[in-house]
């Protein structure tokens, strides 16, 4: 069986492939579509297949995904321009013959109020007319999400955002990763839908608070009105669509929308998610 994962250079992606090798896949039996090989360069000194393809052509995806029987599509960052983009590896996948789509959608994506879900809404619903058996991946927020600038907001003692009491199930980018890797590497996946987030289901004071215990410094949070939050976001550096985009998740945390407690990702890993503490841990050691 041979496995494909696309933006497998990517933070996810190549998480993906190193989590499909650990679970003893051979590398011949891995392909990693990227759209600079030389960025992987180390995966095809292992032995993993290596093929150059981007989202926006076809015909180089098509090429790319032939022989392969199972497909890991990682959402791609370009908001705007996603829905087109994944539905032209769809459709290669299944002029290649591919017997199995994976796809890394959001939480609850067909109900979700969050701005970011509608393109996974339209993926969803295009995988579901293609022909391809598939599998959604609805992973929740990634606790990597919060290390950006992390040194920084230990140092001013305040964590801002404006997701009010509003709960999130994050858990590491790794930890989907491995979840991914689970479902790719075994079978009764088809047409299933997996809500993923973990053990941890905490509120900004609360991920305040993990902070402080392990950066030893007094941290708390403080919640701001969407508009203010947008434009502390911008003052710090943050384009302005993509510090929109943050504020409308935070609003949409404050309403559930990154909240879920229903195991998916703790059956599918055999155990629970990785700690918060030890992510931030990690994040503030580099």
């Known amino acids: 069986m041979t496995i494909a994962v696309t933006g497998a250079s990517g933070n996810l992606g190549r998480l993906v492939v190193e989590a499909v090798l650990a679970r003893g896949t051979e590398p011949a039996d891995v392909v990693a579509v990227v759209r600079d090989s030389a960025k992987v360069a180390d995966l095809a000194d292992r032995g993993v297949v290596v093929r150059e393809a981007t989202y926006e052509d076809p015909a180089a995806l098509k090429e790319a995904l032939a022989g392969v029987d199972k497909l890991l599509l990682v959402s791609g960052s370009d908001v705007g321009q996603r829905v087109e983009q994944h539905a032209n590896v769809i459709r290669a996948a299944a002029d290649a013959g591919v017997q199995s789509i994976a796809y890394t959608s959001i939480l609850d994506a067909s109900r979700s109020p969050l701005a970011l879900a509608a393109e996974h809404k339209a993926t969803e619903e295009i995988l579901a007319t293609s022909g391809v058996p598939y599998v959604l991946l609805r992973n929740g927020w990634y606790w990597e999400n919060y290390t950006n600038g992390l040194a920084a907001t230990v140092e001013r003692g305040v964590l801002i955002g404006s997701a009010g009491e509003g709960k999130v199930a994050g858990a590491a980018r790794a930890d989907y990763a491995e979840a991914a890797a689970a479902v790719l ?24 608070q993990q902070l402080s215990a392990v950066s030893g410094e007094a941290v708390r949070y403080l919640n701001l009105s969407a508009a203010d939050y947008v434009s502390a976001l911008e003052q710090a550096g943050v384009p ?47």
């Open 185 to 208: 590497t075994s079978e009764g996946h088809d047409r299933l839908v997996y809500e993923l987030g973990g053990n941890e289901r905490l509120t900004y004071a609360e991920l305040a």
């Open 240 to 286: 302005s669509g993509f510090a929109s985009v943050l504020a409308d998740s935070d609003v949409g945390a404050a309403a559930g929308a990154l909240d879920t407690d229903s195991g998916d990702l703790q059956r599918l890993l055999g155990r629970s998610s990785t700690p918060v503490a030890t992510v931030l841990r990690t994040a503030l050691a580099r």
